[in-house]
Nanobody, 125 residues
Framework: EVQLAESGGGLVQAGGSLRLSCAAS????????IGWFRQAPGKGREGVSC????????RYADSVKGRFTISSDNAKNTVYLQMNSLKPEDTAVYYC??????????????????WGKGTPVTVSS
């Protein structure tokens, strides 16, 4: 059974940092890319960052480039999202997701096969 469990969300002031973790089980990172997506109130779910171990590459949304860093620990089957210089507009529920490696570069929710339950991030001004 595929499971994705996010942790690390919370409340932080603008300019602060958080690190999200996604613990995956039931599949290997060779088969799936892992992505972080977010959904703010009243908005659609957008791709924040994706990582593919098989391709050896990462993708970032323009809005987070230079501030967020995605990484993976394959031995622990865990993917991290380090979020620095947080802004109020980063406030959202953040979801970890698994998508087939061939769709990694697109990093869009349409191609996600599995979702975690999400972890809320609130950035106060």
């Amino acid at each position: 059974e595929v499971q994705l469990a996010e942790s690390g969300g919370g409340l932080v002031q603008a300019g602060g940092s958080l690190r999200l973790s996604c613990a995956a089980s039931g599949f290997t990172f060779d088969d799936y890319a892992i992505g972080w997506f977010r959904q703010a109130p009243g908005k659609g779910r957008e791709g924040v960052s994706c990582i593919s171990s098989s391709v050896g590459s990462t993708r970032y949304a323009d809005s987070v480039k230079g501030r967020f860093t995605i990484s993976s620990d394959n031995a622990k089957n865990t993917v991290y999202l380090q979020m620095n210089s947080l802004k109020p507009e980063d406030t959202a529920v953040y979801y970890c997701a698994a998508l087939p490696s061939q769709f990694f570069a697109l990093c869009v929710s349409d191609y996600v096969d599995y979702w975690g339950k999400g972890t809320p991030v609130t950035v106060s001004s």
